[in-house]
């Protein structure tokens, strides 16, 4: 019962611990977001420099 509890309270508890290991993980989840999104279009600005073409006819 303890673990039920303790996954429960999350958002109550004072454990600094638990606190500094979400917001470590939500920090990494925002990052790959991130990295994501700016490697997409950076991968698409490479297209369009190397395609001009492909630009015109979208």
Known sequence: ME????IGGIVMTDNKF???LMMT???????????GILISKANQ?????DQPKQ???K
Do not use: H, R
């Open 55 to 57: 630009e015109g006819k």
């Open 3 to 6: 673990e039920i509890n303790s």
């Open 18 to 20: 638990v606190v500094l």
């Open 45 to 49: 600005l490479e297209a369009s420099m």
């Open 25 to 35: 993980i939500f920090n990494m989840i925002l990052t790959i977001i991130f990295s």
